[in-house]
């Protein structure tokens, strides 16, 4: 709701500013049609231009975006493995040696080793487990903020 009058309307209702209220609507006023041939938007035209083009080549093409995208989730599983459990051992030395309870830098160490071990998985390509293994090593750390 913008609190102008005819913000509640449905947009099939709405008026345009050259059909203001007053203004006749005539076949002058109209935008001009555009010919028939001509595609409706810019994504037709790709499409026929790729159906003109199609070869053996986008299959190598289709691969190689397969393999790019495999590559730069596997070095995103590892940088982030690889944070999280440097955080979690700098959390744990710094509660070693505090006045926390032993099981807090227990559980961030234990946190950080999870995290680790995402790191390796997210190496050798199983990038969803090592997903699921930084997010349970991030749990155990945030367990171990808990216990603090």
């Known amino acids: ?23 006749p609507e005539t076949t002058e006023d109209a935008p001009e049609r ?11 035209a790709d499409d026929q231009h790729d159906d003109e083009h199609d070869g053996e080549h986008d299959g ?7 393999e790019e995208q495999a590559r730069r989730a ?26 926390a309870p032993a099981l807090v830098p227990f559980a961030y160490a234990c946190g950080a080793a999870v995290c680790a071990l995402a790191a ?8 969803r487990r090592a997903l699921w293994a930084a997010v349970a090593g991030v749990m155990i750390m945030a367990l171990g903020d ?3």
């Open 120 to 127: 390796v998985l997210g190496a050798r390509g199983r990038t």
């Open 60 to 66: 190598e093409h289709d691969g190689d975006l397969l």
């Open 74 to 99: 596997r070095w995103a599983a590892v940088g982030t493995g690889i944070v999280l459990a440097l955080a979690g051992t700098a959390a744990a030395l710094l509660r070693v040696s505090g006045t």
């Open 146 to 148: 808990q216990f603090d």
């Open 1 to 23: 709701m913008s609190g102008r009058p005819d913000s509640d309307l449905t947009p099939d209702t709405q008026t345009s500013p050259d059909t203001a209220e007053g203004a």
């Open 34 to 44: 555009a010919p028939e041939d001509a595609p409706e938007d810019l994504s037709e």
